[in-house]
């Protein structure tokens, strides 16, 4: 007979194991503590095995009948459902290690080091804020051109056209250090430019100071008590 909840509920612990069968090799196993956790029994090669499917209330009958009849088709088609679970698992974990933003952390470690404080943390904050929520969790090596572009005119929607230009900068430097430690193959970031998917602004040439107002410049500059290097670039551009 199909468990129920009602079943299921009313079994209690024991001085031994219970295995509650549901068929078709799927059943629940109540252990002397109380947990309630369910359990697959199959062959394959003529080995038999038994594939854990979670515990109840977690995992209600129904998903646990649904989990095992996935592993059953699984089987049926010549793969090993534990096998198959395992490489999963694998590559999901490989797939974490090699995202984007792992790798970028990799990247900004070994950069920042010749870099200022307020730099390596202002270019952080950057990733954080504009290109881990776009392609942060992607496989480096499985990152396209159109997530970037459509990454950088995300941004720049907002307005913030230097900052779309300097994230497509900043993955691109990421990839580049992601092939040069194995980790990609290819630098999607070098099939873009700015100016081909970002719109421009329009250059402003202010006229030039006339021989009248020159004094008065330079009682503003003589009045400026700022940083030296506006003041030098004040005087290179006279």
Not at 154 to 179: E, M
Not at 184 to 206: E, F, G, H, W
Not at 216 to 232: F, T
Request: net charge positive; hydrophobic share 40%.
């Amino acid at each position: 007979m199909p468990l129920t909840d009602t079943a299921v509920k009313k079994t209690k612990p024991s001085a031994s194991p219970v295995k509650l069968s549901d068929g078709k090799g799927l059943y629940l196993l109540v252990t002397e503590k109380g947990s309630k956790l369910w359990r697959w029994k199959y062959r394959v090669d003529g080995k038999e095995k038994v594939m854990a499917l979670g515990a109840y209330p977690d995992v209600s009958i129904a998903q646990a009948r649904d989990a095992m009849a996935n592993a059953r088709k699984l089987l049926a088609s010549g793969s090993d459902p534990m096998i198959k679970r395992k490489a999963d698992k694998l590559a999901r974990q490989q797939s974490a290690e090699n995202s984007f933003a792992a790798v970028a952390r990799l990247w900004w470690e070994h950069w920042k080091t010749t870099r200022s404080d307020n730099h390596t943390v202002y270019v952080w904050r950057r990733l954080e804020a504009d290109i881990f929520p776009a392609i942060g969790t992607r496989p480096v090596n499985a990152i396209e051109a159109s997530e970037l572009v459509a990454m950088v005119k995300a941004i720049a929607a907002r307005g913030a056209l230097d900052i779309a230009k300097r994230a497509l900068q900043t993955t691109g430097q990421v990839f580049r250090y992601a092939i040069a430690h194995g980790l990609a193959q290819r630098n999607p970031a070098i099939d873009i430019r700015p100016s081909d998917i970002l719109p421009t602004r329009k250059r402003v040439n202010y006229a030039r100071l006339g021989t009248k107002e020159l004094p008065e410049l330079l009682r503003h500059m003589e009045a400026y008590h700022g940083l030296p290097p506006v003041s030098r670039t004040v005087c290179l551009a006279l």
